[in-house]
């Protein structure tokens, strides 16, 4: 699939800091004294909250005015077009470390690094802007109105209207951004996009389609010999796989991949609707950390369910209230899987529970499931607990939810999406169990297919 980088096309902003130099005239000739005033106001709402104003449908914030009140958040941001592979965008994020939402912004503007280093604090006044999701890039944009764009870049003689630096008293406040690990498995999730994460033990993939990436430059070149935007497939001990993606334009054109593996650090981004969306931007070399020579030893699987049935790997499904009950959907394409197919007309509370697994003996574990979702209703809940369980009602035991990634096209059977790998370090030196719980009420019930329970360990 051929998926062009969506910076050199995308929505802008940049950052200008007003500064305020004054200088203090004595007998002791004393270096100028430099202050810095904020531009605009404090914030009158997070990013997280700004964000939330749409579900991804273009919006415009009202300008401010008697009745719209100025709109204004705090971020940080953590791209750099530096290294070449950011094109008159800025990626930012709510918070420097654990952040909960990223957007992006595009400028007409170039080497934006230099007065917005990755770590600036940036403050966004909203009012005028355009807000969503991009319908070609699908990421989540600010932006103004534009003719040829659904959201358009600011140009640069009006972007210190929009995005000013946040002082710390002598400059532009700079905060260490701490990314957050993840797994490979656990990036394909909106709530990435546009922050910054870490893949511990990850390498770039032997070969992908019969070619060898060991000893390629990050990027490949055309006919006449000019480098081009390209990807290179990375992957980690638990088989989970991803994208970089490197424009031609990057600086690291001299980079060879080694046979090593590491960490590697990355604004997680996609272009495009599909499950191959999914791309993510290092911002130079140095987010290459792949110090240990040879390859990873893989993540070995002791729970691995298909759901040809709920005998075998010893689940127990119980029905607490309603007439619906979990089954084995034998419908479609990627059948078997286990199905809960709630009906309206009454409250359903139904149970899918799985047999004890020990985790003993590991220094790592992660769980893993897929599912995919068809009409409006209360959400499937995944849980684990340590509680014996020898059958009958399981509400009485001590569960404890996880925070997994559901599907949530409830428009159709889009196909199953990950949960990403759940880590389950607290219970190592345990048995567990995991389960299921689906809810309908009479007038919402979904349907859920849940397929590819795993459970992944290293020695």
């Known amino acids: 699939m051929n998926i062009k980088t969506y910076f050199k096309i995308s929505v802008g902003v940049a950052v200008l800091l007003a ?108 009012n005028g802007m355009m807000l969503g999701k991009d319908p070609v890039s699908n990421v989540l944009q600010i932006g103004l109105a534009d003719p040829n764009y659904a959201i ?81 497939t990375i992957e980690d001990q638990y088989g989970g796989t991803a994208i970089i993606r490197t424009d031609g334009f990057f600086k690291g054109s001299s980079y060879k991949i080694p046979d090593a593996h590491g960490d590697i650090t990355f604004v997680v981004s996609r272009y495009g609707t599909s499950s191959t969306s999914w791309q993510n931007i290092i911002r130079d070399v140095n987010d290459l950390k792949l110090t240990t020579p040879g390859r990873l030893s893989p993540a070995t699987n002791i729970f691995n369910e298909g759901f040809s049935n709920f005998t075998t790997n010893g689940w127990t499904a119980f029905n607490v209230a309603g007439s619906k009950v979990w089954e084995i959907g034998t419908g479609g394409s990627v059948a078997p899987y286990a199905l809960m197919n709630g009906g309206l007309g009454a409250a359903n509370e139904d149970w899918l529970i799985s047999k004890s697994i020990p985790l003993t003996g590991y220094t790592s574990a992660k769980f893993y499931f897929e599912t995919d979702v068809r009409f409006a209703g209360p959400v499937l809940e995944a849980y684990v607990t340590t509680d014996n369980y020898t ?45 299921f719980k689906y809810t309908s009420t009479a007038t919402a019930a979904s349907a859920w297919e849940v397929d590819n329970v795993k459970v992944f360990v290293t020695p």
């Open 391 to 435: 059958g009958g009602n399981p509400t009485g035991l001590n569960w404890v939810k996880l925070d997994a990634n559901l599907d949530t096209d409830v428009a159709a059977y889009g196909g199953f999406v990950g949960s990403g790998l759940l880590d389950l370090t607290p219970y190592l030196g345990k048995n567990v169990r995991f389960a």
């Open 19 to 126: 500064t305020q130099i004054s200088c203090i005239h004595d007998d002791n000739w004393d270096a100028p004294e430099i202050t810095c005033n904020n531009k605009f106001d404090a914030p009158t709402i997070t990013m997280a909250e700004f964000a939330a104003k749409t579900s991804g449908t273009i919006i415009t914030i009202p300008a401010e005015d008697a009745t719209h009140p100025a709109v204004i958040f705090d971020a940080y941001v953590v791209s750099s077009d530096e290294g070449g592979n950011f094109y008159k965008t800025i990626s930012f994020q709510d918070k420097p470390e654990n952040p909960t939402v990223g957007l992006q912004v595009g400028l007409n503007k170039s080497m934006n690094y230099a007065d917005f280093p990755v770590g600036a604090h940036i403050r966004i006044k909203a």
């Open 152 to 232: 358009g870049r600011i140009p640069q003689s009006i972007i210190g209207r929009y995005i000013a630096g946040v002082c710390n008293g002598t400059g532009l406040d700079i905060v260490k951004i701490t990314p957050r690990e993840v797994t490979l498995g656990d990036i394909k999730n909106e709530k990435y996009i546009n922050t910054l994460v870490t893949v511990k033990n990850a390498q770039f993939a032997t070969s992908v389609n019969n070619v060898t990436q060991i000893g390629l430059g990050l990027m490949n070149k055309d006919a006449s010999n000019t480098f081009i935007d390209t990807n290179r």
